[in-house]
């Protein structure tokens, strides 16, 4: 038993009277406090007892700081006006270790120079609630008398911060404050050099322009070289004027202003004066168009004579703005029509005759129909050809012979037809209407053909389908059989008359009974006829069957399994009629009934049976 227990135990039963408690715990420890509900952490360990159980009371002893330290001591100077949660920023080690952490606790951090003050500089009257964080609440006084520059008198906003970094070290901007110029407006060239006052004059700073011309409005109207205002020039100086120049005027590289933004001062152009098209030193209204300028070059030019010709007055299609001189244009004629082949050498004379230009033909027959007119081998005009030259004549073709008609774009020229003389078709010269189809052609011959003959037969015209044009000769078609009719088996090996009797083809039956109901008829083993056998043979004969006793009959009405795999005729009793069927010949009466007592509807009879057991099966 602990001491401690041992104490509660005297105390409870009377055995001991209360003593002081300074008396009862003179131990060398007090670590055995630690199993209360209160242990004793730094200054509690050296206080006396009585100061917390006061009266030599331990039940009910507060155990919390508000309550001893405020209800009990009125130890807070600030009289709760913080919370009563003591412990949030004090320590047992010692009533002054304190964690107060401003910026996570207040959410306003404080910088060097505000750590160092009271707490009543700023919470004044112990007021901490509601205390406004913004620097012009406190400092408004030090904005106010700000003379260096006088901050009220330039309109300065009262965020203190946007200039004033809380991390300076002094409030005064000695060089290193956070006030950006560049931020208004950028301090470069001659401006970074200047007095505050040559732009703030009388310390005023709001309003202050901040567009060039808003100060420099009187530079621009009494420049003369070139007069600004009557060059009609924008007042946007820094079009031409950079900010960063060490001087306004246009010494050297002073001026930034490029002529290639407006007019591109290339070839001749690069080296004139700008009083040569700025006359009277006009600037505005300038034209910047080539012909707007050199109109009367235009009206005056005679090789060729552009007004007459109707050229464009869009000069810089040939004249190049890079050319030292006006003369040796480069017009690219191929880009109205292609200079090739003995276009190409010919004189401008040839075709655009009397120095005309505007509106020569551009198509082949607009210069060459007369050409066409003479054209005799062949004749253009009366074998219909299009008037289309360039489909024949290369344009890039030395002369005008030689054409390369391409036959095959119309009619293919292949195996007799690629060695035949063109006179053979196009008969007196004649090539409009001549036949693209071989029976247009080859109809004589068609009806003259007797191996077979075509007509009679009933053969198609569309010689091609057996026929090919690449074959060598007429004879040695390669008619395709299967495509009618499949010769397999004994049909491969029959003579062509076996079928299409005294030469004829058209109407040849292409069923097996329109061939072979003679057959059919005289078959005895067994008899198809008299056995309602139907009539599409190839049900139990093949095609490729080599014999026509291959035949191979499916049993499909009854399965002939287990023991009804007998004779036809044990069944079939009938001679040669397997309509008719007998199943009592094997099943007697005696055997039948017994196995069908009670069964209604049971009759001994063949077609009953069958109409019962289709399958052969007793169920």
């Known amino acids: 038993m602990t001491k401690r227990l041992l104490f509660l135990l005297i105390v409870v039963t009377g055995l001991l009277r209360p003593r002081l408690a300074s ?98 500089s700023c919470h004044r009257n112990a007021t901490f609630r509601a205390t406004s964080v913004t620097c012009v609440q406190c400092h408004q006084k030090d904005f106010v008398a700000t003379k260096s520059p006088n901050h009220q008198a330039a309109g300065f ?15 005064r901007n000695t060089g290193t404050g956070a006030f950006s110029h560049n931020a208004v407006y950028p301090l470069v060239g001659t401006h970074a050099t200047v007095s505050c006052q040559a732009c703030h004059k009388n310390n005023l700073y709001k309003g202050t322009p901040r567009d060039c011309v808003g100060c420099h409005q009187a530079d621009y109207n009494k420049t003369q070289s070139p007069n600004h ?36 001062l290339v070839g001749q152009h690069g080296t004139l004066e700008c009083v040569t098209c700025h006359k009277n030193s006009v600037f505005k209204g300038t034209p910047r168009d ?91 005009a009366s074998a219909g050809f299009g008037t289309a030259c360039e489909t024949c004549h290369r344009p890039t073709d030395p002369q005008w012979a030689g054409a390369t008609f391409n036959h095959n774009s119309t009619f293919a020229l292949v195996g007799l037809h ?30 003259a053909t007797r191996s077979p003959n075509h007509a009679a037969a009933g053969f198609s015209t569309t010689c091609d389908s057996c026929h090919r044009p690449t074959d060598l000769q007429w004879t040695g078609a390669t008619f395709n059989h299967n495509s009618t009719f499949a010769l397999v088996g004994k049909h491969a090996a029959t003579a062509c008359a076996t079928c299409h009797v005294n030469n004829l083809y058209k109407g040849t039956a292409r069923t097996c009974v329109g061939c072979h109901l003679a057959n059919y008829n005289a078959t005895r083993t067994p008899n198809h006829a008299s056995s309602g056998f139907n009539t599409t043979c190839e049900t139990c004969h093949k095609a490729t069957d080599s014999t026509w006793t291959q035949g191979t009959f499916t049993h499909t009405r009854f399965p002939i399994t287990g023991r ?40 001994y009879d063949s077609n009953a049976c069958y109409s019962c057991h289709p399958n052969g099966r007793a169920d």
Do not use: M
């Open 290 to 380: 080539c012909v707007g300028c050199h109109q009367a070059n235009y009206n005056a030019t005679r090789n060729p004579n552009h007004l007459t010709a109707g050229f464009g007055t869009t000069c810089e299609t040939c004249h190049r703005p890079t050319d030292p001189q006006w003369a040796g244009a480069n017009f690219n004629h191929n880009a109205t029509f292609a200079l090739v082949g003995r276009h190409g050498s010919v004189a401008c004379a040839s075709c655009h005759i009397n120095n005309v230009f505007r509106g020569t033909p551009r198509d082949c027959v607009g210069c060459h129909q007369a050409q066409y007119n003479a054209t005799r081998a062949p004749n253009h």
């Open 418 to 447: 690629a060695t035949t003389a063109c006179a053979t078709c196009h008969v007196n010269n004649l090539y409009k209407g001549t036949p693209r189809t071989c029976v247009g052609c080859h109809q004589a011959k068609y009806n």
């Open 229 to 264: 205002l009557a060059a009609g020039f924008p007042l946007s100086c820094d079009a031409c004027h950079r900010a960063t120049d060490p001087a306004f005027k246009g010494s050297g590289a002073a001026t930034s202003f490029n002529h290639n933004s407006v007019f591109a």
């Open 564 to 603: 009804h795999n007998v004779a036809c005729a044990q069944c079939h009793t009938t001679p040669n009629n397997y309509q008719v069927f007998s199943c009592t010949v094997c099943h007697t009466r005696s055997e039948t009934d017994g196995h069908h007592r009670g069964r209604s509807g049971y009759v």
């Open 23 to 120: 008396a009862q715990f003179d131990t060398p420890s007090r670590a055995f406090h630690n199993a209360t509900a209160f242990r004793l952490d730094g200054r509690h360990q050296a206080v006396a007892c009585e100061s917390c159980h006061v009266n030599g009371q331990y039940k009910g002893t507060p155990n919390t700081c508000f309550d001893c330290h405020w209800v009990r001591r009125k130890d807070d100077r600030f009289q709760t006006r913080l919370g009563t949660q003591c412990e949030q920023c004090h320590r047992p080690t010692s009533w002054t270790a304190v964690s107060w952490n401003h910026a996570g606790q207040a959410g306003v951090a404080l910088n060097a120079d505000h750590r160092q003050i009271t707490c009543e």
């Open 157 to 171: 906003p009262a965020n203190c911060d946007s200039c004033h970094k809380p991390s300076d070290s002094t409030w």
